[in-house]
């Protein structure tokens, strides 16, 4: 059987939806700064809090469009990169805050996964070659490692407060799993190889200790001195960011970005558990996620035994999931990642892209009807979009770079 992944045809499709994706984001541009969130129908929520990962995440998405060479896309990275460098930047004090409405910051607490896509979208708008996107990129990366790197540990620390004066005693992984995105983005921007140094020390700490100690359920929660706290949130297990147990897409993302670190390193110089932790990683998803509880889809949490615990399908999880098969694939050559990349794509096609009103369904319930137990709405077009073009780029340079380099295919 021919793969999708070795033919021009389903690249096609691919590049159908991403211009439906962007088309569908164009109307979260916030008149007064940023993007805001979309609701299920895609309409704005002015009066909602403008959110900092939703305005990088978007001002990301539109520099990939600018791009591919999709028109009116620039004019919105500039709309977006504007916000970073005004409303959403603490002058006073350097950083950025994590939400902001009419009246100003509506949190004042500075936190890494935040300022993690900070730095993609700096780094993704320099590529694309917008006004002052170089010097948000130079401010971006000073705070994330003066302010949020922990040279003794090997990782982030989650949040200070706005003076920098206190940091919080939580620590989380899935900052750190986006400081490494956003890291080997700016490492191809930059020329900064020591950027890729720094993402691997994280990818070794998390995937390598943490999570082969653990049966590859990746710990999420931490105490200050970096101890698992695997109760955490145990009594909201639903939270969107900081859920109980093991988030099962998370074990999908940290395979594909332990591969592009590995690329990133060139496959000689790379140490050679990168691959195979990535392997690890997937069939854990696998193993976890996929099905497990008699329904088609991957469930979002399990506990510590690899039992559901909420069992709400996530858009991201399985825009991850063919990501990931397909640089497995491309890694390995071998036909089964192939196989599962196909078969999550007919997934998606039946289940989450809204052929009615638009955008993909972000989270759906167990019958794949929406659901907002997790999410409410299309926040943000990130994951998807970025699973349109994944596949179709070489596994470094970074996305940005490698479209400003000609290398889609």
Known sequence: MTSWLAGSPHKRWLETESDRLLQFSRASRHPDGGFAWLDSTGRPELDRPVELWVTCRMTHVFALGHLMGRPGCGALVDHGVRALNDRFYD?????????????????????????????????????????????????????????????????????????????????GVNANMHTVEALLAAADVTQDRGLVQTALRIVERVVHDLARSHHWRIPEHFDSRWNPLLDYNV????????????????????????????????????PTWLLDDARALFDAALRDGWSVDGAEGFLYTVDWNGQPVVRERMHWVVAEATATAAALHQATGEAAYADW?????????????????????????????????????????????????????????????????????
């Not at 902001?100 to 300022?115: I, L, N």
């Not at 147990?245 to 110089?269: K, M």
């Not at 019958?367 to 299309?378: F, M, N, T, Y």
């Open 91 to 171: 002058a006073r004090n350097s950083g950025w805050y994590a939400a902001v409405d009419q009246a100003g910051p509506t949190s004042t607490a500075k936190t890494a996964y935040e300022h993690a896509f900070v730095v993609l979208a700096a780094a993704s708008a320099t590529a694309a070659g917008r006004a002052g996107a170089c010097d948000l990129l130079d401010e971006a990366l000073n705070v994330m490692l003066t302010r949020f790197w922990d040279n003794t540990h090997g990782m982030v620390v989650e949040e200070w407060d706005e003076t920098w004066t206190t940091v919080d005693e939580y620590r």
């Open 235 to 270: 009594d909201h297990p639903a939270h969107p960011f900081r859920p109980f147990g093991s988030t099962v897409g998370h074990s999908l993302e940290w395979s594909r970005l332990a591969l592009h670190v590995r690329a990133a390193l060139g496959e000689e110089a790379a």
């Open 341 to 409: 990349y196909e078969r999550w794509w007919d997934h998606i096609a039946a289940r989450f892209i809204d052929h009615d009103l638009g955008g993909w369904h972000h989270e759906l319930d167990v019958s794949a009807r929406p659901s907002g137990l997790v999410w409410s709405g299309k926040p943000d077009s990130y994951h998807a979009l970025q699973a349109t073009l994944l596949p179709r780029l070489p596994p470094t340079p970074s996305l940005a770079t490698a479209l400003r380099d000609g290398l889609l295919d």
